[in-house]
Every structure is written in C-alpha cells, then in structure tokens.
C-alpha cells in the first residue's frame, strides 16, 4: 500500500475515532452524539430542524478540522513531515478550544505502530532497525557449521558495535574463506537480524563486483555511483549496512574511493558515518586458511584449536602480497581501516551432513541418516590423498536433496 492511498483511509479511521471519542470512550448504555448534547434527543419520526442541522453541521466541521490535526500529527509521527509547522504552534501557544484528546492521541499511536508494521518507518532515522543479536548469536550456534571462529568474531564484533553509543569509525569487517563455506551466509543473517527487513530494508546495499562494477574502464564512473549511494543511504539511515560479495573483484580505486567512509570520523564531514557497516565477502585467503585446518588434523589437533590471532596474522602477510586484487593495492590494509578479518574454515564430512539436515528440514521433508550420507558423498573432497575438505563447502547441498523426493 503506497503513501498516496493512506491519507483518506487514516483520515476516516482517525474521524471514526473522534466520533467515538467524543460519544465517550468505555460509555455504558444509551450512547449519545455530541449534538444532541445541545437540541436534546430526535423523536422517532421527528423532523430536522433548522437549529438542529446547524448544530449538526458545526460539530461535523469541527471533527473535519480536527481529524485534519490529527492526520498532521500522524504524519510527523511515522513520516517526520509536518513536524516544523508543528513546533511552530506549540511555540506560539494552542489555538483556543483545541488540542489533541488523549484518547485520541493513543489511538494515532496505534495507527502508527500498524503502519510501520508492514512498511519502513524512520520514526528517528532508524529504518525498522532491531539489532536483535541475542537471536544472531543463537541462529549462528544453530546454523552455520564448523565455523567456530567466524561465529565467535561476528558476535562480538556486532555487538560490541551496535552497543557502543559513539563509535569512533565505521565497523569493518572482511570474511575469507573458500566458496560455501558461509560467507554469504553469515552475511544474510546479519542483516536479517539487525533490521527487520533483512536484505530488502532500505538500510542495507548489497554489491556484487563483477555484476554491480563489470568494465574496470567505466570505473570512474562506479566511484561516483557508488559514493552517492552510501553517502545517500548514511543520510537517511541511522544504522547502515554495505555488503560487497566477492570484493577481491572490486577495482583497487573502488576500494580507495569509500576509505573516508570507513576512516575514522572527521569533524568537518557533513555526514556521521560512524555508525555505518561494511563486510566484505572475499575468497582470497582460502587456501591459506585450508593449509592450517589441514597442518592441525595431520598433528592430530581439533580444529577448534586454530585462533583467530594465527589464522589473521596469515591473511595480513596472503593480502599483503603484490597480486591481482584490490585488497593488495588499496588503502584498506596499509591504513588498518580493516577492524576484524573473519576467518571460515573448510567444511569436512559431517559438517555437510549437518547442512544437509537443514536443508531437508527447511523444506518439510522427513530425512533418514542415509540419506544425509548420500548427499555428502556426493562432493568433492579434497585433498586427493585426505579427502578430507569438501571443495564446494555446503553449496549446492539443497539442489541435490531433489534426488531423494518423491
């Protein structure tokens, strides 16, 4: 339902609700119209009378008016509209005999909260924001597999973020792994718990290089398009996300043209950018997390005993490398704009099975631990002499569940 049809459906709800506010909310028994208060109850069969249409006529204007109040106070409500010319009356005292009944005013609260309840609604810039990370922390436990550091990073990242009520710079955070490890997977959950919208909320961008910046010879033009676009969703979102899905793809001067948006604030921007958050999905870095998780299951050791510290100090000296990313030749590194690299690791065998489990489980569909078995061998898995890391990590694993419907 669009803005331009709401004002005559709010505009009668919020006349039915004067009507019945002024016949007096919670009455009992013969209920009587506020005309009636002054030419006394119509007899049955009892003609109109001059006074009496005049007395009706003034109290229809008068509730006309009002309910125009009261769509004015809605607006500023839920659309921030209206509210200048609001203060401005306040500022100069109310006009006599009017104000908003508090009966009224708890039923426009209501109209509010049901408006924004399927639509967005910046009450304070906040864009349908929840932050819900209790529910991040226990769908991340419940849902991505074998990522023990990816998930304890995130978590603590997030929320030390959105809990802090003046960070100093923009949270960044950069995930490294081989494909269907999770990446993108972490990334949707994220924003499917910090805005109520998920994905499709007004406060989240999502670039893919190779789709949203294909041609490196128009990439003075993708800077331009792309810092609007920040700069546009920062101005009127107080919690923004950018998301960009394989960022070793994205041109080194892409890279350098959205530093400032993730440097630390400077006072002379016109634009907090402070509360703003950038992920970047890359699988650079993979097969140098893989060689780790692979040197620890020859020692013997679990891999719940690689750390963060190990793993990160690998990526730094793997981005640091002259190569053909962006990563390599951009500020990101050199100026630590990069707050936390989030490591995931290969997915073995039963982390697969596990996905697999969900995927039947996403689809309603009864599954049997052979089945689970089925799909998993279905893989790849590498190395040749180990088999023991699934090449294409969980990708896919929902596509071949079709083999075992009916």
Same mark, same amino acid.
């Given at each position: 339902?669009?803005?331009?049809?709401?004002?005559?459906?709010? %505009?009668?709800?919020?006349?039915?609700?004067?009507?019945?506010?002024?016949?007096?909310?919670?009455?009992?028994?013969?209920?009587?119209?506020?005309?009636?208060?002054?030419?006394?109850?119509?007899?049955?069969?009892?003609?109109?009378?001059?006074?009496?249409?005049?007395?009706?006529?003034?109290?229809?204007?008068?509730?006309?008016?009002?309910?125009?109040?009261?769509? #004015?106070?809605?607006?500023?409500?839920?659309? #921030?509209?209206?509210?200048?010319?609001?203060?401005?009356?306040?500022?100069?005292?109310?006009?006599?005999?009017?104000?908003?009944?508090?009966?009224?005013? $708890?039923?426009?609260?209501?109209?509010?909260?049901?408006?924004? +309840?399927?639509?967005?609604?910046?009450?304070?810039?906040?864009?349908?924001?929840?932050?819900?990370?209790?529910?991040?922390?226990? $769908?991340?436990?419940?849902?991505?597999? %074998?990522?023990?550091?990816?998930?304890?990073?995130?978590?603590?990242?997030? #929320?030390?973020?959105?809990?802090?009520?003046?960070?100093?710079?923009?949270?960044?955070?950069?995930?490294?792994?081989?494909?269907?490890?999770?990446?993108?997977?972490?990334?949707?959950?994220?924003?499917?718990?910090?805005?109520?919208?998920?994905? *499709?909320?007004?406060?989240?961008?999502?670039?893919?290089?190779?789709?949203?910046?294909?041609?490196?010879?128009?990439? $003075?033009?993708?800077?331009?398009?792309?810092?609007?676009?920040? +700069?546009?969703?920062?101005?009127?979102?107080?919690?923004?996300?950018?998301?960009?899905?394989?960022?070793?793809?994205?041109?080194?001067?892409?890279?350098?043209?959205?530093?400032?948006?993730?440097?630390?604030?400077? *006072?002379?921007?016109?634009?907090?950018?402070?509360?703003?958050?950038?992920?970047?999905?890359?699988?650079?870095?993979?097969?140098?997390?893989?060689?780790?998780?692979? $040197?620890?299951?020859?020692?013997?050791?679990?891999?719940?005993?690689?750390?963060?510290?190990?793993?990160?100090?690998?990526?730094?000296?793997?981005?640091?490398?002259?190569?053909?990313?962006?990563?390599?030749?951009?500020?990101?590194?050199?100026?630590?704009?990069?707050?936390?690299?989030?490591?995931?690791?290969?997915?073995?065998?039963?982390?697969? *099975?596990?996905?697999?489990?969900?995927?039947?489980?996403?689809?309603?569909?009864?599954?049997?631990?052979?089945?689970?078995?089925?799909?998993?061998?279905?893989?790849?898995?590498?190395?040749?002499?180990?088999?023991?890391?699934?090449? #294409?990590?969980?990708?896919?694993?929902?596509?071949?569940?079709?083999?075992?419907?009916?």
């Amino acid at each position: 339902m669009g803005r331009g049809r709401l004002p005559a459906l709010l %505009g009668l709800a919020c006349s039915l609700l004067l009507l019945r506010g002024s016949r007096g909310l919670g009455s009992r028994g013969t209920t009587r119209w506020p005309w009636e208060e002054e030419q006394g109850p119509m007899a049955e069969g009892e003609p109109w009378s001059g006074a009496r249409y005049e007395a009706v006529k003034k109290h229809l204007g008068a509730v006309g008016a009002l309910s125009k109040q009261y769509w #004015q106070y809605l607006t500023c409500k839920v659309w #921030q509209e209206g509210c200048e010319e609001e203060e401005e009356e306040e500022e100069s005292g109310p006009s006599p005999g009017w104000g908003l009944p508090l009966v009224g005013q $708890d039923y426009l609260e209501i109209l509010s909260a049901w408006y924004c +309840s399927f639509s967005e609604c910046c009450q304070t810039g906040d864009c349908r924001v929840v932050n819900n990370i209790t529910g991040l922390a226990a $769908d991340l436990s419940g849902q991505l597999h %074998g990522q023990h550091l990816a998930k304890e990073v995130v978590i603590q990242a997030v #929320q030390g973020f959105v809990q802090t009520p003046q960070p100093e710079k923009a949270l960044v955070l950069s995930f490294h792994g081989w494909s269907g490890t999770g990446k993108n997977f972490v990334a949707r959950m994220v924003a499917s718990h910090l805005y109520r919208d998920g994905l *499709k909320s007004e406060c989240v961008r999502l670039f893919i290089s190779l789709f949203h910046f294909p041609h490196h010879m128009y990439v $003075d033009s993708y800077k331009a398009q792309l810092k609007n676009q920040i +700069s546009e969703t920062a101005q009127s979102c107080k919690q923004p996300l950018f998301i960009f899905d394989e960022a070793e793809k994205l041109h080194f001067s892409l890279l350098d043209a959205i530093k400032p948006f993730m440097a630390p604030y400077d *006072k002379k921007s016109k634009v907090d950018y402070r509360r703003s958050i950038f992920l970047f999905l890359s699988n650079l870095g993979g097969n140098t997390i893989n060689e780790v998780a692979l $040197d620890f299951w020859r020692a013997g050791r679990a891999r719940e005993e690689i750390s963060k510290e190990l793993l990160e100090q690998r990526l730094r000296m793997e981005l640091q490398e002259p190569a053909e990313n962006g990563y390599a030749h951009s500020h990101l590194l050199r100026e630590n704009l990069i707050d936390f690299f989030v490591p995931f690791l290969p997915l073995e065998y039963h982390h697969v *099975k596990l996905c697999a489990r969900d995927a039947f489980l996403a689809r309603g569909l009864p599954y049997t631990e052979a089945a689970l078995d089925e799909v998993a061998r279905m893989m790849v898995f590498v190395p040749k002499e180990e088999k023991l890391f699934s090449a #294409q990590g969980c990708k896919s694993v929902s596509q071949r569940i079709n083999y075992f419907l009916p």
